[in-house]
C-alpha cells in the first residue's frame, strides 16, 4: 500500500523558516516526479513546486511565482523521502501542505498519489 507521510509543519512567525519532509512508502518513486501543493481555508489547492525523477537526478524543478527565491524542493532517492525548505515566510504561506508523486506538471490532476497534509501557520 502507498503512503505518502509529511512532517515538518507548525506555527512560526513571519520570516521564520519552516522545513517540511515527506516520506513515500509502498514503493519506490525515484523516477516519479515529486511536488507540493498548498490549500488554504476557503481557497483551491495550488501549485507550490515539483522536483523531476532520477532521470533528471532531481535536476529540474519549477516553483510557483509566490514562493520563487524562498522555498526550495529537494529529495532524496535512497530515502524515498522529498523536503520543502520554506525561507522568509508569510502569513500567506499558511496552508495545508501536501506532498504528492506523479508526472511532472503543476496541475493537480497530474499526480497520482497524495499526502494527507501538513499544516503551516505563519502569524504576522
Known amino acids: 500500500q502507498v503512503q505518502l507521510v509529511e512532517s515538518g509543519g507548525g506555527l512560526v512567525q513571519a520570516g521564520d523558516s519552516l522545513r517540511l519532509s515527506c516520506a513515500a512508502s509502498?514503493?519506490?518513486?525515484?523516477?516519479?516526479?515529486m511536488g507540493w501543493f498548498r490549500q488554504a481555508p476557503g481557497k483551491e489547492r495550488e501549485f507550490v513546486t515539483v522536483?523531476?525523477?532520477?532521470?533528471?537526478?532531481?535536476?529540474?524543478?519549477e516553483y510557483a511565482d509566490s514562493v520563487k527565491g524562498r522555498f526550495t524542493i529537494s529529495r532524496d532517492n535512497a530515502k524515498n523521502t522529498v523536503y520543502l525548505q520554506m525561507n522568509s515566510l508569510k502569513p500567506e504561506d499558511t496552508a495545508v501542505y501536501y506532498c504528492?508523486?506523479?508526472?511532472?506538471?503543476?496541475?493537480?490532476?497530474?499526480?497520482?498519489?497524495w499526502g494527507q497534509g501538513t499544516q503551516v501557520t505563519v502569524s504576522s
Open positions: 504528492a508523486v506523479g508526472r511532472y506538471a503543476t496541475r493537480s490532476n497530474a499526480y497520482d498519489y
Open positions: 509502498g514503493r519506490t518513486f525515484s523516477s516519479y516526479a
Open positions: 522536483i523531476g525523477g532520477w532521470r533528471w537526478n532531481g535536476a529540474i524543478t
